[in-house]
């Protein structure tokens, strides 16, 4: 939604920087891209005590990095500590790869960073990052992110309110649909659909990620089932939490409910992420081994980053590898992304792993991927996760936008891509 011009004249902007000649020269530039109502500071102690005054308070503040007494670091520190709700950009002389660093700082202190300036500024590019925060609806209430209890994910768990959505991951060179990725959600009864990063967590805490794992796995395995018998081979993958990996009849159990559905081991792939530190790896080394000699796929998820590292890589016998996908989105123009995927996925093919990679955002994403020969892909640009009755949809309009886009690699026969026939449609949809 964009901003009247009316509504740009009440946007108050605070520019803060130790250099006057900055100050009058930022002020200007507002002022001609028609945003009149801009206060300075030179010290983040004066502009913390704007940022407190009801008449002054801001929307947006543009931080100078480099400034004695308090620099822009710190300054953003206490703006958390002041509960400032606005935006920020940040202004400096320092390369890029400390600007984007900074950036990411401030955006772990949950404050909204609309970009960085580097100086000298370029009146262009401030007008663009005016831009976003004018299309930005800044009254728009923040939604919040409640944690739920152990008592409600229990009794989640047990009325069966947890639903499955699926994820498609295709191969790379023929746009081939290979299998889906199982992702669990929270049927809210109040709350409507709920996310996992806001119940897995407490899950794994208070003891429930064994059930909350089990349930996923039947209705993942019965879903594999249904499309094994509508003639659609696609490999199942189930995220698995490192705290599933503590009792040792786990493999036993995967393999019983596995073989219970009909679906062998290999068309299985188990996800695991190590989100948190884990003591003693005997165990899990030893669940893990014994999943592998069943024959079921281990994959090692959001590799790069959190625990998922070149130890894992050493000790477990993993066969795929996920890139993370913020190695992933805009790696073809960022070399700092770009160097960490290729070590990746040059890691992966020397240790006889098949590549995913996750988060392919876009079509300058995915034509990356066809340029850096990654074996699978996973993302929005793709498909989102979605409920297993959209599945064959889908891969209808898929195929169609593999040919019509020509999304397939040249000598590619994008028509096999689907794999799915008007025969196998039919049956999934009645
Ligand atoms: O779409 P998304 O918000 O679904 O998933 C967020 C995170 O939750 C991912 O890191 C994913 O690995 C994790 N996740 C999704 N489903 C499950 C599940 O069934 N079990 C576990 N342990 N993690 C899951
Ligand atoms: O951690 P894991 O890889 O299991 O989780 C996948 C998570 O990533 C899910 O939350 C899923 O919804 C999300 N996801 C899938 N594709 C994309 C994508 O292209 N971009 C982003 N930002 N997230 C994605
Ligand atoms: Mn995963």
Redesign the pocket.
Known sequence: MKKTMNEKYTIKILVLDDEPFMLKLLTHMLTKLGFPQVTTCDSGRAALECVDSPHCAPDLILCDLNMPEMDGIEFVRKLVEHQYAGSLILVSGEDERVLQTTEKLVQAHQITVLGHLNKPVSPARLGALLEKYTCLSPQKPKVKKVVYSADEVRTAIANGELVNHY?PKVAVASGRVVGV?T?VRWNHPLDGMVFPDQFIGVAEEHGLIDALTHTVLIAALAQAKIWRQAGLALRLAV?VSMDNLKSLDFPDLVAGLAAEAGVPPQDVVL?V?ESRLMGDLRVPLEILTRLRLKRFHLSI??FGIGHSSLAQLRDIPFDEL?ID?SFV?RAWTDDTLRAIYDASLSLAKQLGMEAVA????DRDDWDFLQRTGCYLA????IAK?MPAADLPGWMEDWRIRLQEQGLAGAGQHSLSAGLINRTVMGKLES
Do not use: A, M, S
């Not at 996750?358 to 955002?361: H, K, P, Y």
């Not at 996973?378 to 640009?381: E, T």
């Open positions: 994820q990725e992702l995220n996800e992420t998820d959001d996920k996908r989105h996750e988060g392919v955002e996973q993302g929005y640009f996760p």
